[in-house]
């Protein structure tokens, strides 16, 4: 096959898990000796209704324009998340992303119902959807009532997180670097790497920790879009107003050096959030080999079934008082296996010879 591949992605404004999608499929494309190009357009913030209506207007005009000289003029594949697009609906050359369905669900809902009923009417008949996970294919399939195939190709990390990770494994944290002044080494440090959005349900963390018998430091990182959920993980408070008496440290950006140190010298990773569309800061502490404590969805259970699933907030501080702090043994053993980690000797399911025989299929089929 020696078509090329466009990817679009329509909204970006920096590192972000969609995006990194977008950099991970490129890598794979040029794996498997196919010219891919990667085109960003920024996401603008405006106050007004009017401005941001007709702004989405020319976005959604600039990317159907794109979308007809690629995919129809030059015959070439073409990958986004652009949602909704008319071409995609004919074109057997356009796949359209969908990471997860959580704007779907009425508690986090992103859209009004005019605007719901049409991403429907397009979920339903676009000519390709391409997925992340068998889970996220079956949700679509179910509430879309969609009977064209859709395929998923598993996401995996990227290969800055894989250079940092080698890199910190060979290196020591200095005493004097500021992830250091964070940690604390006596206590269990645990760690849950998501956008402070409801949908993460940062809530239930700081309920569960409010009633736990230990104490612990906690590392939240995430970008802060609800300003409620900041100031109670600031103030150590739950929504009722029960004190936490773990330490907090809250990050609303880190470098991948600094994620990498955190994870590092994490005892666990938590992930309250009740959807998922797969969950790369999972999988990334996974490889780590952190202890998992994650929500009992089926996305988690798909992709990470060794780890610890609670339901309730309950069920989560009891696992939260089983942790204990790692010692230097732990983190030795947890250096060299960092040191070793590549590309090709991931999990299989997400090694990137295994991602890029199964994207060129994907391809070769369409």
Not at 230 to 253: C, D, H, M, V, W
Not at 300 to 329: A, G
């Amino acid at each position: 096959m020696n078509k090329k591949v466009i990817l679009l992605y329509p909204y970006f404004n920096g590192t972000s898990g969609a995006f990194n999608r977008y950099l991970l499929l490129k890598d794979l494309i040029k794996k498997i000796n196919i010219p891919v190009k990667l085109i960003l357009i920024k996401e603008k913030k405006h106050n007004s209704i009017f401005l941001k209506t007709f702004f989405r207007l020319i976005k959604f005009l600039k990317v159907e324009l794109l979308i007809f000289y690629y995919s129809i003029l030059k015959n070439y594949f073409f990958i986004t998340d652009f949602n909704p697009s008319i071409l995609a609906l004919f074109s057997s050359r356009i796949f359209i992303q969908i990471h997860d369905l959580s704007w779907e669900k009425k508690e986090f809902a992103r859209h009004n119902s005019f605007s719901y009923f049409i991403f429907l009417y397009f979920i339903r008949n676009y000519s390709n959807i391409l997925t992340v996970s068998k889970t996220s294919k079956l949700a679509i399939e179910k509430f879309s009532g969609r009977k064209k195939e859709v395929s998923y190709l598993y996401n995996s990390v990227n290969r800055d997180f894989i250079r940092k990770s080698n890199k910190i494994a060979n290196n020591e944290l200095k005493k004097n670097d500021f992830i250091y002044k964070a940690l604390n080494l006596d206590l269990p440090n645990i760690i849950y790497i998501a956008t402070l959005t409801p949908r993460k349900c940062h809530l239930d963390l700081l309920e569960a920790l409010s009633t736990t018998e230990n104490l612990f430091n906690v590392n939240l990182v995430g970008y802060p879009t609800n300003k409620k959920i900041r100031k109670l993980i600031e103030a150590n408070k739950t929504i009722n107003g029960n004190r936490i008496r773990s330490n907090i440290n809250y990050f609303p950006k880190l470098s991948q050096k600094d994620l990498c140190n955190l994870l590092l010298y994490s005892s666990a990773y938590i992930s309250t959030s009740k959807n998922e569309g797969f969950g790369i800061p999972v999988l990334e502490a996974d490889l780590y080999e952190i202890p998992l404590i994650v929500r009992d969805i089926d996305i988690n259970r798909e992709l990470f079934p060794n780890s610890k699933f609670f339901k309730s907030n309950n069920e989560l501080s009891k696992f939260l008082d089983k942790i204990k702090p790692l010692n230097s043994i732990e983190i030795k053993k947890r250096k060299e296996s960092l040191s070793k980690i590549n590309e090709e000797n991931l999990m299989p399911i997400f090694n990137y010879s295994t991602l890029s025989n199964k994207l060129q299929n994907l391809f070769e089929s369409h």
